[in-house]
């Protein structure tokens, strides 16, 4: 079964706007990163944020870490058109160096 | 200069036959994988590879075989190939285990 949930599955926002994704996950994990995919490309790794972390800052990225709730958000301030894109969390679940186990995606869509 | 370089983009082929896509990555990364991405956008690890030596070796059908000439390439090899096949392949690099995953652009292998 799926490691991560994303929530929600699609988002359509104005540019300027900002964007929260949501990520829920079912075991201990050792990290949870963010990674983007534009359409037809590979993913490009945004964050990754570890179990003893709460949150991180990376431009306009900031991710949250809540590990009694087992959930993570990704928040994207001033939305560009160019952050139009599908949004994954993935886990590295405890004891499985290397192993992500990848959510189902957000895909955002900024609109001018 | 792309860092994790995958040939081919596109692979059209009829049922029953035998394909390889090969995976290069020219940041010194140790630890290289492969993934399918199903119609859906679902990413999930299939193998991973940490210096030449198989870690990974998810639940996948035995007509699926990765090979690590050296550190900097992770080919995969698909016997008999199924309709079920049909999907997106990411190769991805890290430095380490428990770190950012660089991806590839894909190769969507299609099933006649």
């Known amino acids: 079964s799926q490691q991560g949930e994303e929530d929600p599955q699609a988002l359509s926002i104005q540019e300027g706007e900002n964007a929260t994704m949501n990520c829920s996950y079912k075991?201990?994990?050792?990290?949870l990163q963010w990674y983007r995919q534009n359409s037809g490309r590979g993913l490009v790794h945004l964050i990754l944020?570890?179990?003893?972390?709460r949150e991180k800052h990376s431009g306009r990225l900031r991710v949250t870490l809540d590990t009694s709730k087992k959930s993570s958000s990704l928040l994207i301030t001033a939305s560009r058109a160019a952050d139009t894109a599908s949004y994954f969390c993935?886990?590295?679940?405890?004891?499985?160096?290397?192993?992500?186990?990848f959510g189902t995606g957000t895909r955002l869509q900024v609109t001018l | 200069d792309t860092a994790v370089s995958q040939t081919p983009k596109y692979l059209v082929t009829q049922m029953g036959n035998d394909k390889s896509i090969k995976c290069e990555q020219n940041?010194?990364?140790?630890?290289m994988y492969w993934y399918k991405q199903d119609s859906k956008k679902f990413l999930k690890i299939m193998f991973s590879?940490?210096?030449?030596?198989?870690?990974i070796n998810e639940t996948v059908p035995n007509r699926f075989s990765p090979k690590s000439p050296d550190k900097a390439h992770l080919n995969l090899h698909i016997n008999s190939l199924e309709l079920g096949d049909s999907a997106v392949y990411f190769c991805?690099?890290?430095?380490?285990?428990?770190?950012?995953?660089?991806f590839g652009d894909g190769t969507r292998l299609s099933i006649l």
């Open positions: 991805a690099s890290s430095q380490a285990q428990d770190q950012p995953q660089h």
């Open positions: 075991t201990s994990i050792n990290n």
């Open positions: 944020i570890r179990s003893n972390e």
């Open positions: 993935a886990t590295e679940v405890a004891g499985t160096a290397s192993k992500l186990t």
């Open positions: 940041l010194g990364h140790d630890t």
């Open positions: 590879y940490n210096n030449k030596e198989l870690i």
